[in-house]
Structures are given as C-alpha cells and as structure tokens.
C-alpha cells in the first residue's frame, strides 16, 4: 500500500505559549448571586450553574452571553452538582435534601426523576455520550455509596465500593475509567479511588491521605488531578499510579478543572487563610508550573474547562462572605493540534473538539497558498474527544491544517 506523506501544520501565532491570557476574564451576564459548581460541555458552549437557591439550576447554550433559570421539579432543597454530556444531549444533577437524581434531555427545561435509593446525593459524572454515570452518596458532612448507570440513567447498581464521605468524581470521556475522593473530618483520613470497569469496582490509589474535595481526569483517564482543603494540589500522569505535589499557594482549594488531554488545568479556592481572597490558578503543562490569574476578590466554588482548555469558566459565592458572586469566563485563541493515524486502508486526522469552528483544509503545494478546505464532514470520536476526518491515501503529498472559518 502507497500511503501519502502527510504534515500537520497550524500557524506558528496559534502556538507559541501567551501567559498573558490569564489576564482575560470577564464577567457573563449570570447575575451575583451564591453560586456553586458550574459544568460545561465539551465546547464550552452549554454551561450549568448552581446556586444556593432551592431547586433551582441556571443553564446557558451560548457560553454565557445569556442565561435561564429552569426549575427542577420535586426538590426541596439545594442542587449539589451537576454534569453535561459532551454535546450538551444530556444534561443530570443531584440534589442532597431529596435524595434524588434527576436528568434532562432539553437543556434543563423539563426533568425526569432518577429510579434511585433514597441516599444523600452529593456528586455525579458522566462519560462523554452520557449513558455512563456515577453517582456519590455522602459529602462533607455524612457518609454514602456509590452508584453507577449505564443507560443513561434509567437502571443503577451499587458499586463495590466503601461506604464513606464520598466527594467528587469525574470520568474518562468513554466512561470506562473513573477517579473518585474521599474527604473526613480528619487532616488526613482522604483518599483517591480509581474505577477501570465503568464504576463497578473502586480501588484506593497510593495518594497521600488528605482531605481532599475534588477530582479531574483527562479524556483517556491517564491524567487525574486532585485538590484538598488543606491546600495541596496532587496530579498523576499514570491514572493515579503515583502522584506528585504541584507547586501551587497553600490555599483551600475547592475544585479543579482539566482539559481533555490534560495539559490545561484549572483551580480555584474558596476565602484564603493567608491573605483573606480567593484565588483562580491555571496551568498550561500538566502542573508543572502555576499562573495566578487576575480574578475579583471573592470566594471562588466552581471551575469549568472545554476540552480544549481554551475555555474556563469560574463561579463566585457570596455565602462564604465575599460581596462579590458572579460567573466569569476565560476565552484563549484555540491552537488545535492535528494528530495523523492508520485505519486500515485510510488515514484518520482528528482534533480535539474545540471551542472555536475550525475547518480543514488541504494544500498539494506549500510553495503556493492553494489551501484548500475539504468538505468531509468531522466525526465526533466521544471516546477520546475528538473530531475526525477519514481521508484515502493517494500518490502525491498532501499537507492539511486547521483554519477558523
């Protein structure tokens, strides 16, 4: 088989590192208000933010330029978290009061009630197409199972797995690995569990026993992220086989945010011990090194990423007794990266969704600018995030790149 000398290539502007972009975050219309944790699909164009406000979810379809507060029916007390398929399909949240589960398939406009125990509810995730979940029982103040679904929803099962003061958890994009925390009382009674098997079987990975509040996890589950009250970030590059302190303030950090293939991460803290504000910290290279972020003064309780990390979304709460409450956004120039494979007789590029259209295009000659866009239509690969275009090889060069329409 003859197969074609393919190159990648996107304009050098689009990739050269620019910290200057933590400077960039503005404020969306969502109004000041206690708001909780806040999800996003895999654009950034479906967003979810909850408030303390009773039954109550607000949802935007345009990344935040407007926003509807929709009424969960049958909730009596405050939503505690909530969770997007990647294309914004299926949007699912949990509510600790009344020990329910609910889902909706039309952006949060009706829900539909969850055949559940009656168990307090406190975190759910889901896989990419969302028809794998995983729900936690417990939270910071009690103790609770784990139940997974693999019909969107429809059935659940307990998993084996310990009943304790389950936290957070996140998924892989094919909801076959999952990462789950543990918080106590105690300094250093928390700890990180792993799933391999949908969320059936939960095994304690070797982090270090801390009071850990929230977990992150890349598309393909091999690099997890994890954040504690008592002010360590830990990140794990080998789905949570060994794990290493970030260099991060010693700040109660209170969720975390990671892209889809991990590079970009996300946290944020609620009111600081040292210098009385909450902070916003992001990172370009899997936590290795931390940019502080010029965010208001306030406490800071929910962070969001597209899967390209060029879209972050943070959420303010004035109950912890900042003035401020709004929910911001951060908007970086996307620079996808075109990726090149074998499959059978064809050749696959793909990219990973991003939150900016981009069209490929095909150019026979780099000694001309005849770029050409092709007009095959991306797949969305919901396994890894990304979008996928299947091309035949022939006997002349070809060299493709991506350009915003």
Known sequence: MKVAKIIWLVAAKLIVADFAF?????????????????????DGSNLAALVSQPNVIWVSTNSGTTWTSNTVSGVTGRLECAAWSATGGQLTAV?????????????????????????????????????KLVALGGGLTSAGPIFFSADSGQTWMQANASITNW???????????????VETQSPFGGSIYTSTNS???????????????????????????????????????????????????QEPWFRVACSADGRTLAAVSILGNISNTGYVYTSTNS????????????SWNGIAASADGDTLLASGDTSFGSAN??????????????????VNNDFAISW?????????????????TNWVTLTNTPTLNLTNLQNQVMLSPSNSSGFYRLKAP
């Open 22 to 42: 933590a400077q960039n975050w503005t404020q969306t219309s969502a109004p000041n208000n206690a708001w909780g944790p806040i999800a996003a699909s895999a």
């Open 352 to 368: 990973i969704i991003p939150s900016t259209n981009f069209v490929l295009q095909q150019n026979l000659d780099l000694t001309t």
């Open 325 to 342: 409450g709004g929910i911001y956004i951060l908007h970086i120039a996307p620079a996808p990266e075109l990726d090149i494979s074998a």
């Open 287 to 298: 936590g290795m090194t931390w940019l502080s972020n010029s965010v208001p003064n306030q």
């Open 95 to 131: 509510a600790l009061n009344a020990n329910t589960i609910y889902s909706s398939t039309n952006f949060g406009t009706t829900w539909i009630s969850n055949s559940v125990p009656v168990e307090p509810w406190f975190h759910v995730a889901s896989s990419a197409d969302g028809t």
């Open 167 to 181: 936290v957070s958890v996140a998924s892989s994009a094919s909801g076959g690995n999952w990462v789950a925390a």
């Open 199 to 249: 969320g059936l079987d939960w095994t304690p990975t070797t982090a270090p026993n801390l009071q850990y509040l929230s977990v992150a996890s890349s598309a393909d589950g091999s690099k997890l992220l994890a954040a504690t009250g008592g002010g360590l970030i830990y990140s794990s590059t080998n789905s949570g086989k060994t794990w290493l302190s970030n260099s991060v303030p």
